[in-house]
């Protein structure tokens, strides 16, 4: 049996990490040795209001078990926020190795429906939350040569969700941003991943209105009761452990975490139809090739002399 992995002496920060799977990635980062810090501004699923006692419930159940943690209910929606909290974990712990990008809303739109503003309002939490944090904390990570981030995304931003678009298009927008800051950070010693997690949270009948996750579902409560008893949000939290470890080397990687499964999560690139001459035509008669990812590749980062 392999080493069991310590996180003594690290300092994690968790965005969202009052409740659902936020908290189950702060109680068991604080269970292996880390000094954690709460960050949850307490809103309602859809991201208006606020309550402070959400983060300090936490931290004071985390104390109680022999715990260090810290609870902070910073807006990381604005740069303010999010300069708060880095400096809020520097005051307190002097550094900060491991970023979690878990805060986030939802809901259920049709595209039809939804306005820009509406578009608007989840990407300054999904998307402008971990720029803004992440901006807050890479100085530091810069300075010490060494950081831990985790971005969140969405099988709804992966794959798709009907009535999902303004929550999925923000969501697959932080697999653009991994990219790119996993190649920036590597010279600096930051490791950059993405998780695509599935644990059963209020988040769940917020996102199932009408038009469903499969369409219309004709019994909503039975799935929704199912996907809790398959879905236990702290099947996640290991994941997050092991991301968080010197056990894990990766960067640049999207997980998939459900149910006690971790699956990697690729995009490829298939061999495809080559021909010098293209054309419409050649393309239509030859699709069977173009559609095929057999003998597929992974690209990785382009290299590009700007």
């Given amino acids: 049996m392999s080493e069991r992995i310590s996180l003594a002496g690290k300092v994690a920060i968790v965005t969202g990490a009052g409740r659902g799977l936020g908290r189950s990635y702060v109680e068991l980062l604080a269970e292996r040795g880390a000094r954690v810090v709460v960050n949850d501004l307490g809103t309602d699923v859809s991201g208006f209001g606020k309550d402070s006692t959400i983060a300090e419930q936490v931290a004071d159940l985390i104390r109680s078990r022999g715990g ?5 209910d910073s807006d990381i929606s604005s740069p303010e926020g999010s300069n708060d909290l880095i400096a809020t974990t520097i005051e307190h712990f002097g550094r900060v190795d491991l970023l979690v990008n878990n805060a986030g809303i939802c809901g259920s739109q049709l595209f039809e ?5 509406d578009f608007d309002h989840y990407w300054r939490v999904h998307l402008g939350g971990p720029v803004n944090t992440v901006k807050a904390a890479w100085p530091y990570m810069v300075a010490q040569r060494y950081g831990k981030i985790i971005f969140t995304t969405s099988v709804a931003g992966l794959f798709g969700i009907r009535g999902q678009a303004t929550y999925a298009a923000a969501k697959c927008a932080v697999v ?11 010279e600096h010693g930051i490791l950059v991943n993405t998780i695509s997690p599935s644990g059963y949270t209020r988040m769940h009948p917020a996102a199932t209105g009408a038009e469903s996750v499969f369409g219309r579902i004709q ?10 008893a398959a879905l236990p949000v702290e099947a996640v939290a290991p994941a997050i452990v092991w991301l968080a470890s ?11 975490v459900e149910g006690g499964a971790i699956q990697r999560i690729a995009i490829v690139m298939g061999a495809g139809f080559h021909d010098s001459h293209l054309t419409p035509e050649s ?3 030859n699709y069977a090739k173009v559609e095929s990812i057999e003998r597929f590749t992974e690209p990785g980062p382009f290299e590009v002399n700007l």
């Fill in 283 to 285: 393309i239509a008669e």
């Fill in 246 to 256: 010197d056990r894990c080397s990766d960067t640049n990687r999207i997980y998939n």
């Fill in 113 to 117: 429906d939804a306005t820009l503003d």
């Fill in 176 to 186: 653009g941003l991994m990219r790119i800051l996993a190649i920036e950070g590597a």
């Fill in 219 to 228: 019994d909503t409560a039975a799935w929704l009761k199912h996907s809790e």
């Fill in 68 to 72: 260090e943690a810290i609870a902070n």
